[in-house]
């Protein structure tokens, strides 16, 4: 039993050690320096503009992200005006351009504007992406008949490790909510053979209630689903 939990244990550190040693290189992918303000719950009238040039709305899930790109602009300071039919208001800006992807949050109850992403925002993306792949994945596992305590622990113990890992590297590869979806979808491709690879590796080596073709069966269908799921988050969440 000790020697199998250091297995489990190397194989995890394994899975940290390829996510964190690993980047992916894309050619023109990269977009010009931009400001882009995060609006959650944005009314559909709502436009931001800055000197009359109107910023590009762009819609996932409960999020509206207005963006301006650094070639329309040539002063450091700027006064965004906010439009949403008869109510306006002007916040403005000193040096907003400090970053290759600079990022603002408005809260346009308070008519406040706050530099970067809520941490909040990024608990609950997260929390969401991996509860709904862990509900998919949990139910796969038991329609495959796996019953036993301990098949399930060894099945949470390495989804929530793997699926956790995957998420964070993403959002720390991508840090613009307007990556491309295309780009993003490629990385986790690439992710999830690392990850059925460890998953094919560790479910073969610990779990022994049923037969290992079974197994196999399990995590290759498994990851599989993972995968269109994720893809679809990607599309339809923000990142």
């Known amino acids: 039993m000790v020697k199998r939990k250091s297995t489990l244990l190397c194989i ?11 980047n992916i290189c894309l050619a023109n992918a990269a977009e010009p320096p931009s400001i882009i303000i995060i609006v959650p719950n944005a009314p559909q009238n709502l436009e931001i503009s800055i000197d009359n040039i109107q910023a590009g709305r762009t819609e996932k899930a409960f999020e509206s992200y207005f963006s301006f790109y650094s070639y329309s602009f040539q002063s450091v ?5 906010f439009t949403s039919g008869s109510d306006v208001f002007e916040i403005t800006l000193d040096n907003p ?6 990022i603002y949050t408005l809260d346009i109850d308070k008519r406040v504007l706050t530099e970067g992403e809520s ?7 997260v929390t969401i992406r ?6 998919l ?23 929530l490790v793997t699926q956790g890992v995957l998420f964070i590297w993403l959002n720390s590869l991508y840090t613009s909510p307007l990556s491309g979806d295309f780009y993003i979808i490629l990385t986790m491709i690439f992710a ?14 610990f779990i022994k209630e049923h037969r290992r073709l079974r197994t196999a069966g399990y995590v290759l269908v498994a990851n599989l689903l993972s995968l269109i799921l994720g893809g679809y988050l990607i599309t339809a969440l923000p990142i």
């Open 192 to 205: 999830e053979i690392l990850i059925f690879i460890v998953e094919m590796t560790v479910f073969l080596i």
């Open 77 to 81: 300071e700027y006064t965004l005006t």
């Open 130 to 135: 991996i509860a709904l792949t862990l509900l």
């Open 137 to 159: 994945e949990a139910l796969v596992f038991f329609l495959f008949g796996y019953r036993q305590m301990i098949s399930w622990i060894i099945f949470l113990t390495v989804n």
């Open 12 to 22: 995890i550190l394994l899975i940290l050690t390829a996510f964190t040693g690993t």
């Open 119 to 125: 941490p909040s925002r990024d608990i609950l993306l």
């Open 97 to 102: 351009l400090k970053e290759y992807n600079n």
